[in-house]
T-cell receptor, first 111, second 112 residues
Framework: SQTIHQWPATLVQPVGSPLSLECTVE??????LYWYRQAAGRGLQLLFY??????ISSEVPQNLSASRPQDRQFILSSKKLLLSDSGFYLC??????????FGPGTRLTVT | DQQVKQNSPSLSVQEGRISILNCDYT??????FLWYKKYPAEGPTFLIS?????DKNEDGRFTVFLNKSAKHLSLHIVPSQPGDSAVYFC???????????FGKGTLLTVNP
């Protein structure tokens, strides 16, 4: 069966520091992968999606970036965090019936 | 521009009664709709979906209804249970990369 992992689970970082969040998927190959953010009191905002290695599409211009160095690895990064980057970050992959399955999430607090 | 709207931020129902969660969309290109359930500090869990070629899909206690002319869908939970208490997100898709557009969610509270 397919499994999606995210780490770290929680992270507290100062403003201006770099960020790297990792997502890996097991049990499937060449999945569409997605990064979402849920800010406090808000819905789920799609940040990036990838249909294959090295292919990244950005949905929202901001100081975040994403990379897909391997088929089942998706990384979210920032060179300098802002206070507004705080939120709950979710990675997802798409199943056969086009539903998306989400990982456990990373709670990021920028101080 | 909010293409998927969940106008009720919260809903409270009694255990055993029906819960009805509503969702409206504006993009006529959407052709696939999904409902997710989310507990705090966890990722959303897929519940049920419906294609635009159908007007109803049922899975156990969960039924989703789609009214394309009104661009409206609803999730019915019967009977409601305390464990159903969570935030419910409506989502829609219509692109070739299967991007999902989410509503802001409705917090359902089922009281024992």
């Amino acid at each position: 069966s397919q499994t999606i992992h995210q780490w770290p689970a929680t992270l507290v970082q100062p403003v201006g520091s770099p960020l790297s969040l990792e997502c890996t998927v097991e049990g499937t190959s060449n999945p569409n992968l997605y990064w979402y953010r849920q800010a406090a009191g808000r819905g789920l905002q799609l940040l990036f999606y990838s249909v294959g290695i090295g292919q990244i599409s950005s949905e929202v211009p901001q100081n975040l970036s994403a990379s897909r160095p391997q088929d089942r690895q998706f990384i979210l990064s920032s060179k300098k965090l802002l206070l507004s980057d705080s939120g709950f970050y979710l990675c997802a992959w798409i199943g056969e019936a086009y539903e998306q399955y989400f990982g456990p999430g990373t709670r990021l607090t920028v101080t | 521009d909010q293409q998927v709207k969940q106008n009720s931020p919260s809903l409270s129902v009694q255990e055993g009664r029906i819960s009805i969660l509503n969702c409206d969309y504006t993009n006529s290109m959407f052709d696939y709709f999904l409902w997710y359930k989310k507990y705090p500090a966890e990722g959303p869990t897929f519940l049920i979906s419906i294609s635009s070629i159908k007007d109803k899909n049922e899975d156990g206690r969960f039924t989703v209804f789609l009214n394309k002319s009104a661009k409206h869908l609803s999730l019915h939970i019967v009977p409601s249970q305390p464990g159903d208490s969570a935030v419910y997100f409506c989502a829609a898709s219509g692109g070739s990369n299967y991007k999902l557009t989410f509503g802001k969610g409705t917090l359902l509270t089922v009281n024992p």
